[in-house]
């Protein structure tokens, strides 16, 4: 899934920025970089900067205009360090990368569009985007260094990636249902409950009829909080059945088998 998201970088200057965000894009499982018309590239630097990310490097493509970069994409989301720059369905990092995935997972191609160090992206750019994106930064020093934002960014599309993956199956959640769904038992069936309860208790000599001290009252006290379902109370009353059994020396349901 994250196959189908690219990081593109506009017509960057420094190439120790574009090593940056590769390293930045490999920490979070991200590897496919566009670098649109960069002043320097390749670079040592960018190698040095992109530590054990260099793969990330030499698989980058490099394109002389943004329309290359964006070939194929279904959705582009444009990043300015300023907020409200023209009037435009606007993000936070958190809400794009929930939009990059509900994409990527539907088969789409995503790109996050990263512009100049000195002048961000053009008002042009901008609009060739679907949404822009800004980063929350204090209004008064609000531009991230490049690299910086590109992880910022990636470091949220690894989070709902992530979320995904630990997302609940149908059947998983059907089942999760069904439980939840479970009648909750009535008054009476909790009373003949305690009952049993009491019952086992004296039996296996947990409590003392001559000295009860608050036990059956801490005990309803205990389950009264847990909202006990029908199927819950029948895993209960199936327990006090056997430890009576065992407290009586009579036959064990698995050996009864
Ligand atoms: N002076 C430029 C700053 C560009 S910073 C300007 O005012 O636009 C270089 C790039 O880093 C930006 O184009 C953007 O892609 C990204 N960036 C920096 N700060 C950001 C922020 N707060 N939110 C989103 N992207 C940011």
């Given at each position: 899934?994250?196959?189908?998201i690219r990081v593109v970088l506009v017509n960057?200057?420094?190439?120790?920025?574009?090593?940056?965000?590769?390293?930045?894009?490999?920490?979070?499982?991200?590897?496919?970089?566009v670098l649109v018309?960069?002043?320097?590239?390749?670079?040592?630097?960018?190698?040095?900067?992109?530590?054990?990310?260099?793969?990330?490097?030499?698989?980058?493509?490099?394109?002389?205009?943004l329309e290359?970069a964006l070939?194929?994409c279904?959705v582009a989301l444009g990043t300015s360090?300023?907020?409200?720059?023209?009037?435009?369905?606007?993000?936070?990092?958190?809400?794009s990368?929930?939009?990059?995935?509900?994409?990527?997972?539907?088969?789409?191609?995503v790109a996050l569009v990263f512009g100049r160090?000195?002048?961000g992206l053009t008002?042009?750019e901008l609009q060739r985007c679907h949404y822009h994106v800004?980063?929350?930064?204090?209004?008064?020093?609000?531009?991230?260094?490049l690299?910086?934002a590109v992880?910022?960014l990636?470091?949220?599309?690894?989070?709902?990636?992530?979320?995904?993956?630990?997302?609940?199956?149908?059947?998983?959640?059907?089942?999760?249902?069904?439980?939840?769904?479970?009648?909750?038992?009535?008054?009476?069936?909790?009373?003949?409950?305690?009952?049993?309860?009491?019952?086992?208790?004296?039996?296996?000599?947990?409590?003392?009829?001559?000295?009860?001290?608050?036990?059956?009252?801490?005990?309803?006290?205990?389950?009264?909080?847990?909202?006990?379902?029908?199927?819950?109370?029948?895993?209960?009353?199936?327990?006090?059945?056997?430890?009576?059994?065992?407290?009586?020396?009579?036959?064990?349901?698995?050996?009864?088998?």
């Open positions: 899934m994250l196959q189908n960057t200057s420094h190439p120790g920025n574009i090593g940056g965000a590769a390293r930045a894009m490999k920490n979070m499982g991200l590897s496919r970089l018309d960069p002043e320097v590239f390749p670079s040592e630097e960018a190698v040095a900067r992109a530590s054990g990310a260099s793969d990330v490097l030499a698989a980058a493509q490099v394109v002389a205009t290359e070939a194929g279904t360090a300023r907020d409200r720059q023209i009037p435009w369905p606007l993000l936070d990092p958190r809400e990368a929930a939009v990059c995935l509900e994409q990527a997972e539907a088969g789409g191609e160090e000195y002048a008002n042009d800004h980063i929350p930064s204090d209004p008064a020093f609000a531009s991230l260094n690299a910086t992880q910022v990636t470091y949220e599309v690894r989070m709902a990636w992530l979320a995904a993956q630990g997302r609940p199956t149908k059947m998983e959640k059907q089942e999760a249902a069904a439980e939840e769904n479970g009648q909750p038992v009535t008054l009476d069936e909790l009373e003949s409950f305690y009952a049993h309860l009491e019952q086992t208790l004296v039996e296996v000599g947990f409590l003392d009829p001559e000295r009860p001290r608050h036990l059956m009252a801490r005990l309803r006290r205990l389950y009264g909080r847990s909202a006990i379902s029908k199927l819950e109370m029948n895993i209960l009353r199936g327990i006090l059945t056997e430890t009576q059994k065992a407290a009586r020396g009579e036959p064990h349901k698995r050996r009864d088998r």
